[in-house]
T-cell receptor, first 112, second 114 residues
Framework: GESVGLHLPTLSVQEGDNSIINCAYSNSASDYFIWYKQESGKGPQFIIDIRSNMDKRQGQRVTVLLNKTVKHLSLQIAATQPGDSAVYFC???????????FGAGTTVTVRA | NAGVTQTPKFQVLKTGQSMTLQCAQDMNHEYMSWYRQDPGMGLRLIHY???????DQGEVPNGYNVSRSTTEDFPLRLLSAAPSQTSVYFCASSYRDLLKETQYFGPGTRLLVL
């Protein structure tokens, strides 16, 4: 699989490999985190979320990891498919607040 | 459910013109918000509302007005469009419940100001 230790704006992945997309969040008080997928010309689509009392959560082919010590969030996509090509955003939320703060996004391109 | 809908999909304005971007949701969500998306800058919050009759400013509110007369609708108004407002605008909504606060987005309005 391919991974990105630091946040990079682009990630190129071979079809079938695993992908890891990283995100550094800004506020140590944030208690809720979301990953969104945005395909070209469309709105952001919810993928998976995690609360600050967890460090791992799994969905269908996706896993989110949260490291509060270093304020780091990652999204792992298993067996990456062409349909996974998109821009991926992480977002954070503070307690008792509804507003989301978004990262700059990572563009994932899947190579056939 | 249609989810979050936005109209128009695309709009071209001249500098100084006004227009309203429409947003509606049919999920009975109390919280609604407007974001703009510019290349390389992610999504930035313009205005938000936690319920009918209540609105507040986000990160980049200048040049935009909002109102929330019903739970379903949250229009965004540009009173005098400027080229700097060329962007893609997204509306989002969620429950006002801190255990069900996932925000769902509309398809966006692409605005070009000449």
């Amino acid at each position: 699989g391919e991974s990105v230790g630091l946040h990079l704006p682009t990630l190129s992945v071979q079809e079938g490999d695993n992908s890891i997309i990283n995100c550094a969040y800004s506020n140590s008080a944030s208690d809720y985190f979301i990953w969104y997928k945005q395909e070209s010309g469309k709105g952001p689509q919810f993928i998976i979320d995690i609360r600050s009392n967890m460090d791992k959560r799994q969905g269908q082919r996706v896993t989110v990891l949260l490291n509060k010590t270093v304020k780091h969030l990652s999204l792992q996509i298993a067996a990456t498919q062409p349909g996974d090509s998109a821009v991926y955003f992480c977002a954070e939320k503070r307690p008792n607040d509804y507003k989301l703060s978004f990262g700059a996004g990572t563009t994932v391109t899947v190579r056939a | 459910n249609a989810g979050v809908t936005q109209t128009p999909k695309f709009q071209v304005l001249k500098t100084g013109q006004s227009m309203t971007l429409q947003c509606a949701q049919d999920m009975n969500h109390e919280y609604m918000s407007w974001y703009r998306q510019d290349p390389g800058m992610g999504l930035r919050l313009i205005h938000y509302s936690v319920g009918a009759g209540i609105t507040d400013q986000g990160e980049v509110p200048n040049g935009y007005n909002v109102s929330r007369s019903t739970t379903e609708d949250f229009p965004l108004r540009l009173l005098s469009a400027a080229p700097s407002q060329t962007s893609v605008y997204f509306c989002a909504s969620s429950y006002r419940d801190l255990l069900k606060e996932t925000q769902y987005f509309g398809p966006g309005t692409r605005l070009l100001v000449l």
